[in-house]
């Protein structure tokens, strides 16, 4: 079964300081993995994903994620966190059905930058 | 600004009630999705249209009704609703493909008195 684990319910970054978000996944095959931040009162965003490759992956807002097949992880990271970074943010894996683009996502990490 | 809209962005109604959420996508995808979402939770996936055909249903209860008119448009229709359907409904929609990310809707967030 395929499945994804963020094993941080929340991060605490200094703002200015690098941040990482942490994702692990267990896929059958090869992953295609997301990585999607939602802030308050609003929908998910898409900030990046990972299909094949080059493993360093950059998206939106000056985040990147690294994709590690030996280690199965797809940690997102960013050089310099902002105020305006503190969200919540989802990893997600493609469970691979075919024509459907269903998604398994992570539980979840709370992103918080303090000034 | 989101390209995925959903009406209305708040709804409250009684458990006796019949009421529709709505999205909208011109992005001409051509699959669309439900979610519910409850506070600080990943989102549940409800039901998934590809080409305006219901390909998935999660073992929803039929007190949710999905609709799809066409290939941009997608409603939810409720009826007689529990305290615990209380949640953010998002819409989503993408490409179908396992490799396109979907595009989320910024919700609405519906209350069961």
């Known amino acids: 079964a395929q499945s994804v684990a963020q094993p941080e319910d929340q991060v605490n970054v200094a703002e200015g300081n690098p941040l990482t978000v942490k994702c692990t996944y267990s896929v059958s095959g090869n992953p295609y993995l997301f990585w999607y931040v939602q802030y308050p009162n609003r929908g998910l965003q898409f900030l990046l994903k990972?299909?094949?490759?080059?493993?360093l992956v950059k998206g939106s807002y000056g985040f990147e994620a690294e994709f590690n097949k030996s280690q199965t992880s797809f940690h997102l990271k960013k050089p310099s966190a902002l105020v305006s970074d503190s969200a919540l943010y989802f990893c997600a894996v493609s469970k691979g059905s075919g024509n459907t683009g269903k998604l398994i996502f992570g539980q979840g990490t709370t992103l918080q930058v303090k000034p | 600004d989101t390209e995925v809209t959903q009406t209305p962005k708040h709804l409250v109604m009684g458990m006796t009630n019949k009421k529709s959420l709505k999205c909208e996508q011109h992005m001409g995808h051509r699959a669309m999705y439900w979610y519910k979402q409850k506070a600080k939770k990943p989102p549940e996936l409800m039901f998934v249209y590809s080409y305006e055909k219901l390909s998935i249903n999660e073992s929803v209860p039929s007190r949710f009704s999905p609709e799809c008119p066409n290939s941009s448009l997608l409603n939810l229709h409720l009826h007689a609703l529990q305290p615990e359907d209380s949640a953010l409904y998002l819409c989503a929609s993408s490409q179908g493909t396992d490799y396109q990310p979907q595009h989320f809707g910024d919700g609405t967030r519906l209350s069961i008195l």
């Open positions: 990972y299909i094949t490759g080059d493993n």
